[in-house]
């Protein structure tokens, strides 16, 4: 077993609202310099940065998880991770089909950048990545699951696209094992305060749009990692994050 840390919440420049120094190799970096092992790339419905950033990930001795941060019907935010790249990159096909496609206005929103493994630019997204899909919160653990993938609501302690904040409550039968508080600190207050959190999983992440947002290591895990890759590693941050492991 050893510790690893990790943010599990980081966008890069495919979001509208993230910053273009937001690469995949200066976020491998970054994180690299702050002490981090495990990253998740988690754009705004899109997981088509992730490939990049895996490589760039990979020379910065980084393990690299595959993610989004889905919007729902209800404007709440919900990050969703997979274990496998080939998995996020059909998860993300599949909520194509779902957002709402309306054409993104550069000059107020961002370029939302496509880059390839060594950041250059091979394209950007017409369509704002920012607004709800289609998907009820009801809908989305299941969907995740579909795909090989866990999912969690985002910064539940933030009033923009919070899950508490949106609908006043915590669901008791949400489908969800696990919550992000973007303030790790607030873990027993919000205990106390939401009863259906008593036996999750909480994590934190740091929501990261620019490069300065990126956290010195705070959260981690404690993984097997014998015989040592980083699949491995990344299985079992899954289990981890399942409740399989303590």
Request: proline share 6%; charged share 25%.
């Amino acid at each position: 077993m050893n510790r690893y840390y990790y943010d599990f919440h980081i966008h890069s420049c495919l979001s509208p609202c993230a910053d273009n120094d937001m690469t995949p190799n200066n976020i491998a970096g970054m994180a690299a310099l702050a002490g981090l092992n495990i990253v998740a790339l988690t754009d705004h419905n899109s997981s088509r940065n992730c490939p990049a950033f895996f490589a760039a990930a990979k020379k910065n001795g980084i393990i690299p998880v595959a993610g989004m941060e889905l919007t729902t019907a209800e404007d709440i935010h919900v990050v969703c991770l997979f274990e496998k790249l080939s998995d996020a990159l059909r998860f993300n096909d599949e909520i194509d089909t779902k957002r709402v496609h309306i054409k993104n206005r550069t000059d107020i929103f961002g370029d939302q950048l496509l880059m390839d493994e060594n950041d250059n630019v091979i394209g950007t997204e017409p369509d704002l990545l920012s607004n709800a899909t289609v998907i009820p919160i009801g809908d989305v653990p299941a969907l995740v699951e579909r795909f090989h993938g866990f999912c969690f609501p985002a910064h539940i302690d933030r009033e923009a696209n919070g899950i508490l904040a949106t609908l006043g409550f915590f669901p008791s039968d949400s489908g969800f094992t696990c919550v992000e508080l973007h303030d790790p600190e607030k873990e027993a207050e919000y205990r106390m305060r939401y009863p259906p959190l008593e036996d999750f999983r909480i994590v934190s992440g740091s929501d990261a749009h620019y490069l300065g947002d990126i956290r010195d290591k705070i959260c981690c895990a404690e993984l097997p990692d014998e015989p040592y890759s980083s699949e491995f590693v990344r299985h079992q941050l899954f289990r981890w994050l399942r409740g399989e492991l303590a």
